[in-house]
């Protein structure tokens, strides 16, 4: 894969930030700074989604938001409700974590229904479906992926971030599980996505969207990536 420049490579990124003790002052500031960075989208809380959709109402960013976050224990009608709500407040795109403990317990009548369920009330809204790789074996994987694909969701994503982190090696593994299982179905990465070096390799698997709170610090690497390799073109590398 050839190097992206800074510009696409923020295309790739869904800034992020879930933490519930932000205020609406450090809300405003990530905002700003996605701005300046032009990331995809932004995914922020419910709490403050109308906050985001209004402040980059003339930007080609998205609002993105989470709903079940980060359990994905809930029930569907609650789930429901959250999307409708979300969706009235402005969100363009929404992250539903699947119900874990159905698929811990291999219900997946239940699994597949909730899915559908919230994929009818997101009607034409981007909906991406969280199966929390971390806390799911193989075989859960292939089959909430399956599901997912078997419901037309848009995007399968790997994790919340919250509850636990898989290693690089880990999170390939389970991208390839993913794409057998849900050939038509879009990829999103997240959790521990924190450098230039994992963004670039993650997405050279063939994922569509990186979720992740350290997008300017990426972005910034990929700068200086691109920096030292013009002053190589121009003067060659310096020898020690």
Same mark, same amino acid.
């Given at each position: 894969?050839?190097?992206?420049?800074?510009?696409?490579?923020?295309?790739?990124?869904?800034?992020?930030?879930?933490?519930?003790?932000?205020?609406?002052? =450090?809300?405003?500031?990530?905002?700003?700074?996605?701005? =300046?960075? #032009?990331?995809?989208?932004?995914?922020?809380?419910?709490?403050?989604?109308?906050?985001?959709?209004?402040?980059?109402?003339?930007?080609?960013?998205?609002?993105?938001?989470?709903?079940?976050?980060?359990?994905?224990?809930?029930?569907?009608?609650?789930?429901?409700?959250?999307?409708?709500?979300?969706?009235?407040?402005?969100?363009?795109?929404?992250?539903?974590?699947?119900?874990?403990?159905?698929?811990?317990?291999? +219900?997946?009548?239940?699994?597949?229904?909730?899915?559908?369920?919230?994929?009818?009330?997101?009607?034409?809204?981007?909906?991406?479906?969280?199966?929390?790789?971390?806390?799911?074996?193989?075989?859960?994987?292939?089959?909430?992926?399956?599901?997912?694909?078997?419901?037309?969701? #848009?995007?399968?994503?790997?994790?919340?971030?919250?509850?636990?982190?898989?290693?690089?090696?880990?999170?390939? #593994?389970?991208?390839?599980?993913?794409?057998?299982?849900?050939?038509?179905?879009?990829?999103?990465?997240?959790?521990?996505?924190?450098?230039?070096?994992?963004?670039?390799?993650?997405?050279?698997?063939?994922?569509?969207?990186?979720?992740?709170?350290?997008?300017?610090?990426?972005?910034?690497?990929?700068? =200086?990536?691109? +920096?030292?390799?013009?002053?190589?073109?121009?003067?060659?590398?310096?020898?020690?």
């Amino acid at each position: 894969m050839k190097m992206m420049s800074p510009e696409e490579l923020a295309k790739y990124i869904e800034f992020t930030n879930l933490d519930n003790t932000a205020t609406e002052e =450090q809300i405003i500031t990530f905002l700003e700074i996605a701005e =300046q960075y #032009d990331f995809y989208s932004v995914v922020v809380n419910p709490h403050y989604v109308n906050l985001a959709s209004t402040i980059l109402k003339d930007s080609e960013i998205k609002v993105v938001t989470v709903i079940d976050f980060p359990l994905g224990a809930g029930s569907t009608e609650a789930k429901v409700t959250e999307v409708e709500t979300a969706i009235k407040n402005g969100a363009d795109e929404i992250d539903m974590v699947a119900n874990i403990p159905a698929i811990k317990s291999h +219900d997946f009548e239940l699994v597949e229904s909730d899915i559908k369920a919230v994929k009818e009330a997101c009607k034409d809204t981007s909906l991406k479906v969280i199966i929390e790789c971390p806390l799911i074996d193989d075989y859960e994987k292939a089959t909430a992926s399956r599901i997912c694909d078997n419901c037309e969701v #848009d995007y399968v994503k790997t994790s919340t971030g919250f509850n636990g982190e898989e290693s690089f090696n880990e999170m390939v #593994d389970s991208i390839k599980v993913i794409k057998k299982n849900a050939p038509h179905t879009e990829i999103k990465a997240a959790g521990g996505i924190r450098n230039y070096k994992t963004a670039y390799n993650i997405i050279s698997t063939g994922i569509s969207k990186i979720g992740a709170s350290a997008g300017p610090q990426i972005i910034e690497e990929l700068k =200086q990536v691109v +920096d030292n390799q013009e002053e190589v073109g121009k003067t060659g590398p310096r020898l020690i």
